[in-house]
């Protein structure tokens, strides 16, 4: 914590600070529409270069590994060809048609800063602010809007690549719908991305926030449920506390506010949101409050969601709060940079961060399970819709099904924890139900468990077709451990 108070977090302020006068400068001049096309030819350039030379070693971003919100820091950055690919604009907002253009290194601190002054906001904000388009296409996001909306994928509606003979293409469920639907989860490799369309919705000022505590594990699998099925909660959350203690919250857009119940819980010397919300756990009572809607997207930030209380164990200290909570929470990227290999093994061996996303049926039969193999409180639950679409993340059967994402982050408190043989133990369950784990964490499955969990019959047709195999590595090869070491 010493070295995180004194270094990261006056250098998190200064990163802050140059992206956003970045971002402000590029909008003002209205300078990025103009220069995209020139920047996506100079991406092309790149590729054919790399042609040219023989397509001797595989492509990848030259975005640097540690700047990535993943915990992991990928080794393939120093073997494969770099291609350098500077996109982090915001395109067009076009009001008609409701959609944004990006580019894919927009974060959603970014964007949500962009859209929500001109009335507009995207319908699925995943939760940090320096979480990236382009991230949570090839990868994914959730938000607790998604059991509206789906993931974060579902609410494109195109993207553009550059694949791997320099060519530029533009896919939509209408337009090249194999590659639309086969580039979510595929961690870049069938190609790069240069832009995408996200829907917009109406922005409204408020979410009217419903706190309700449950006790005893089948009750919550069940208030969880049955609060993920109705359409006219605008957010479903649930923080479960311990095996049987929760609290779920629903919540609601609104322009109206009553003025006493507003909690502007993004202000940097309000309680971090996970604690703020035990309290209603604590006094056995349910609570109704308006948080401004930019504060609710993103709750869990200041405190990463509750990952910061493991490196400032005083962070939520009033006196804590009030001198310098301005300044956190650190960067991820810095964190990862300034970590030692000894602290990244101790983290490896004694730390989770993994979410799992599993079939809304099997819910409590999953906490069970999460409570057995590691034991960490609290695990956030967020439910979310799963249409039945081609591609690599799909239903078992042919409708559309309600899934929740669990996600688990923090130490262990399971006495027999051991990095490898637990998680192997939890994707085996994962895998049994039909789910799926997030693939920016560490996933120790072997190349055929791997492709048990996910479908890969579109992926690799698409390899296959698009000539892919010498110019990027498979999924797998980017993510497992397995296949890392």
Same mark, same amino acid.
């Given at each position: 914590?010493?070295?995180?108070?004194?270094?990261?977090?006056?250098?998190?302020?200064?990163?802050?600070?140059?992206?956003?006068?970045?971002? $402000?400068?590029?909008?003002?001049? %209205?300078?990025?529409?103009?220069?995209?096309?020139?920047?996506?030819?100079?991406?092309?350039?790149?590729?054919?270069?790399?042609?040219?030379? =023989?397509?001797?070693?595989?492509?990848?971003?030259?975005?640097?590994? $540690?700047?990535? #919100?993943?915990?992991?820091?990928?080794?393939?950055? +120093?073997?494969?060809?770099?291609?350098?690919?500077?996109?982090?604009?915001?395109?067009?907002?076009?009001?008609?048609?409701?959609?944004?253009?990006?580019?894919?290194?927009?974060?959603?601190?970014?964007?949500?800063? %962009?859209? *929500?002054?001109?009335?507009?906001?995207?319908?699925?904000?995943?939760?940090?602010?320096?979480?990236?388009?382009?991230?949570?296409?090839?990868?994914?996001?959730?938000?607790?809007?998604?059991?509206?909306? /789906?993931?974060?994928?579902?609410?494109?509606?195109?993207?553009?690549?550059?694949?791997?003979?320099?060519?530029?293409?533009?896919?939509?469920?209408?337009?090249?719908?194999?590659?639309?639907?086969?580039?979510?989860?595929?961690?870049?490799?069938?190609?790069?991305?240069?832009?995408?369309?996200?829907?917009?919705?109406?922005?409204?000022?408020?979410?009217?926030?419903?706190?309700?505590?449950?006790? /005893?594990?089948?009750?919550?699998?069940? @208030?969880?449920?049955?609060?993920? +099925?109705?359409?006219? *909660?605008?957010?479903?959350?649930?923080?479960?506390?311990?095996?049987?203690?929760?609290?779920?919250?629903?919540?609601?857009?609104?322009?109206?506010?009553?003025?006493?119940?507003?909690?502007?819980?993004? *202000?940097?010397? @309000?309680? $971090?949101? &996970?604690?703020?919300?035990?309290?209603?756990? @604590?006094?056995?009572?349910?609570?109704?409050?308006?948080?401004?809607?930019?504060?609710?997207?993103?709750?869990?930030?200041?405190?990463?969601?509750?990952?910061?209380?493991?490196?400032?164990?005083?962070?939520?200290?009033?006196?804590?709060?009030?001198?310098? =909570? $301005?300044?956190?929470?650190?960067?991820?990227?810095?964190?990862?940079?300034?970590? /030692?290999?000894?602290?990244?093994?101790?983290?490896?061996?004694?730390?989770?961060?993994?979410?799992?996303?599993?079939?809304?049926?099997?819910?409590?039969?999953?906490?069970?399970?999460?409570? #057995?193999?590691?034991?960490?409180?609290?695990?956030?639950?967020?439910? &979310?819709?799963?249409?039945?679409?081609? /591609?690599?993340? %799909?239903?078992?059967? *042919?409708?559309?099904?309600?899934?929740?994402?669990? =996600?688990?982050?923090?130490?262990? @408190?399971?006495?027999?924890?051991?990095?490898?043989?637990?998680?192997?133990?939890?994707?085996?369950?994962?895998?049994?139900? %039909?789910?799926?784990?997030?693939?920016?964490?560490?996933?120790?499955?072997?190349?055929?468990?791997?492709?048990?969990?996910?479908?890969?019959?579109?992926?690799?047709?698409?390899?296959?077709?698009?000539?892919?195999?010498?110019?990027?590595?498979?999924?797998?090869?980017?993510?497992?451990?397995?296949?890392?070491?």
């Amino acid at each position: 914590w010493l070295f995180v108070c004194l270094f990261l977090l006056p250098l998190s302020i200064l990163f802050d600070i140059y992206y956003q006068l970045r971002a $402000w400068a590029v909008w003002r001049l %209205h300078s990025a529409p103009r220069q995209h096309a020139q920047r996506v030819r100079h991406i092309q350039a790149q590729v054919r270069e790399w042609k040219k030379e =023989g397509s001797k070693r595989y492509m990848c971003t030259g975005r640097p590994g $540690w700047l990535t #919100v993943s915990l992991r820091v990928g080794k393939y950055k +120093k073997t494969h060809k770099n291609i350098m690919i500077n996109l982090m604009d915001v395109l067009e907002v076009d009001s008609e048609r409701q959609v944004v253009r990006v580019e894919p290194l927009v974060s959603m601190g970014q964007l949500t800063a %962009h859209l *929500n002054p001109m009335g507009w906001t995207i319908p699925v904000v995943p939760e940090l602010d320096d979480l990236t388009v382009g991230g949570l296409i090839m990868g994914t996001g959730i938000e607790s809007s998604s059991h509206i909306y /789906g993931l974060f994928q579902h609410t494109c509606v195109a993207y553009e690549l550059v694949l791997a003979d320099g060519s530029l293409v533009r896919c939509s469920p209408t337009e090249n719908s194999d590659l639309f639907y086969a580039v979510p989860w595929s961690c870049g490799t069938l190609g790069f991305l240069v832009a995408a369309e996200i829907k917009m919705i109406p922005a409204k000022k408020y979410v009217k926030i419903h706190y309700e505590p449950v006790r /005893g594990l089948q009750k919550i699998c069940e @208030k969880f449920t049955e609060e993920s +099925k109705k359409k006219e *909660n605008s957010f479903v959350e649930g923080l479960l506390y311990s095996l049987d203690e929760a609290v779920i919250m629903t919540g609601v857009l609104t322009d109206e506010a009553e003025q006493s119940k507003i909690n502007r819980i993004g *202000n940097y010397y @309000k309680p $971090w949101f &996970f604690k703020h919300v035990e309290k209603y756990l @604590k006094a056995d009572r349910t609570g109704i409050e308006y948080i401004p809607s930019r504060h609710y997207y993103h709750r869990h930030t200041r405190s990463i969601f509750w990952e910061l209380q493991d490196i400032i164990p005083f962070g939520n200290n009033p006196v804590f709060r009030y001198l310098f =909570g $301005w300044m956190v929470p650190p960067k991820i990227s810095l964190l990862k940079l300034t970590q /030692g290999e000894a602290i990244r093994k101790l983290y490896e061996q004694h730390h989770v961060v993994q979410d799992m996303l599993v079939p809304m049926k099997s819910l409590e039969k999953s906490i069970q399970t999460f409570h #057995v193999d590691l034991n960490v409180y609290p695990l956030w639950l967020c439910p &979310f819709i799963l249409p039945n679409n081609p /591609g690599m993340v %799909h239903p078992k059967g *042919n409708e559309a099904e309600l899934y929740v994402d669990i =996600g688990a982050y923090g130490e262990p @408190k399971r006495k027999q924890f051991e990095a490898r043989a637990s998680m192997r133990q939890m994707e085996k369950f994962v895998r049994s139900v %039909h789910g799926f784990q997030m693939l920016y964490a560490d996933c120790y499955m072997t190349r055929e468990e791997f492709w048990d969990m996910f479908d890969g019959s579109l992926y690799h047709k698409l390899r296959e077709q698009m000539n892919c195999k010498d110019a990027f590595p498979e999924v797998y090869d980017k993510i497992c451990k397995a296949a890392r070491h």
